[in-house]
Structure formats: C-alpha cells, structure tokens
C-alpha cells in the first residue's frame, strides 16, 4: 500500500493545518455495489457533467459504484429491508477519489467555469466554500458513504421534496416544508440505512456513512474504472 501523510494542504488560496492522514492507492478491500446488489440502478453523477460543475470530474473512468466491502454488506442489508416494503436503490455516488475532490476546489478556484447554477440558485459560487458545502476531504474518500435514494420496483420515482446535490436547506433531512407524503418517504431511506449501521448528515438526506467505518483516517485515490 503507498501510503503519503498529509500535515497541511493549499486550498482556497490559503494554508490550512488538517490531522494527518494516509492517502492509499490499494483497493483490494473495496467492490462494487453490484456484487452484491442486483436490483440497484445507478446515475454516477461525477462519470457525466449532470453535477454542479458542469464537467465530468477527474477520476470517474467508468459508472460504476465502489465500497468497502464492509460497508457493502451493511448496504445489502438495507437494500434488502426496503425489497420488502417495496422499493429498490438508485445510487448517485459511492467511493469518490482524492482526485475527484481535488477537481471540485480546482472548479472552485476557477473564474471562467460558472458551473452548473441549478444546484445552487439561490447562493453564489464562493458560499459553498463558506457554506462547508465543499472541502478539500470527503467522507466518500474513504470508501464507506453512499449518496441514495429510492425507486419504486417498477423503477419509478419516489419523490423526496427535493434533488441530489442541491445546495439548499430543502436538501437537510429534516426540512419542514415537505408534503406528508416527501417525508415519509425521507424517512423510510432515513430508517433502513440507520437500521442497518449507517449514520446520516443534518445536510443531506441522501448521504449515508457506516458508523463504524474500516478506514476512518484513509483517503483513497485509486481511479473508478
């Protein structure tokens, strides 16, 4: 495993001090989704440019899913809870590389790539760094957080009051002004993945990161392929 300790990083055109950790190029305790999930559909937003950038971003070679293989068999088990009341999963993003999340501040520190606005109407560019909407370290860098949601089985919509990757209030968990029914469906993911071992954010209802995960101070730089 080739490993590289980090003490500090250039980013958003200052320095900043972060905990050292362990950059790993070694993916042999990483699949993908769909061994273990074959009802799964998948929309890797990163592989296109239907994202906030507008670009497809760096590291994304194929539509393909990964995880540790830990957090796969928490997944199966709440893919297998929600089979039973009737749904399956869509998944948006899964194992993202360090290079990825270096092209998003590349994205950032750039003034002639205005990106995508629909992601983010009502602010401008510069509060997703503000707003910690992005940082130069992601949890999905260390291979054991999903970005989610539900389809019916027939592979027709459930509607969640909102849209991957919107940089709003209306994409926290527990946005107030949803139908009865948007957050019921909210909590039916919410439950299954917390059932199964997984915690959630207060920004995102379909971001999921296994509570106990196998690399807590890993990131992971291996391109998806």
């Known amino acids: 495993m080739k490993k590289i300790i980090l003490t500090a990083i250039i980013a958003f055109g200052f320095i900043q001090t972060v905990f050292a950790s362990e950059i790993s190029y070694d993916k042999t305790d990483f699949a993908p989704v769909s061994s273990v999930i074959d009802d799964a559909v998948y929309d890797i937003r990163y592989f296109s440019s239907n994202n906030f950038t507008g670009n497809k971003i760096k590291g994304y070679k194929a539509p393909v899913a990964y995880m540790t293989k830990e957090s796969l068999n928490a997944l199966k088990t709440a893919a297998e809870d929600l089979r039973k009341q009737g749904y399956r999963l869509l998944i948006w993003d899964t194992y993202r590389p360090q290079k990825a999340v270096d092209n998003f501040v590349e994205w950032i520190n750039n003034p002639n790539d205005a990106g995508d606005k629909a992601f983010f109407p009502d602010l401008e560019k510069s509060d997703l760094i503000k707003g910690n909407y992005i940082a130069e370290k992601s949890g999905h860098t260390r291979g054991s957080t999903v970005d989610l949601t539900l389809i019916k089985k027939d592979g027709s919509f459930v509607d969640m009051g909102g849209v991957f990757d919107l940089f709003s209030e209306i994409s926290h968990p527990d946005y107030k ?25 207060d920004s995102e209802w379909w971001h999921f990161t296994l509570d106990n995960e196998p690399y807590p101070d890993t990131y992971f730089d291996f391109d998806v392929e």
């Open 177 to 201: 002004k949803l139908t009865r029914k948007q957050k019921n469906n909210r909590k039916i993911l919410h439950n299954a993945m917390i059932k199964a071992g997984f915690k959630g954010i």
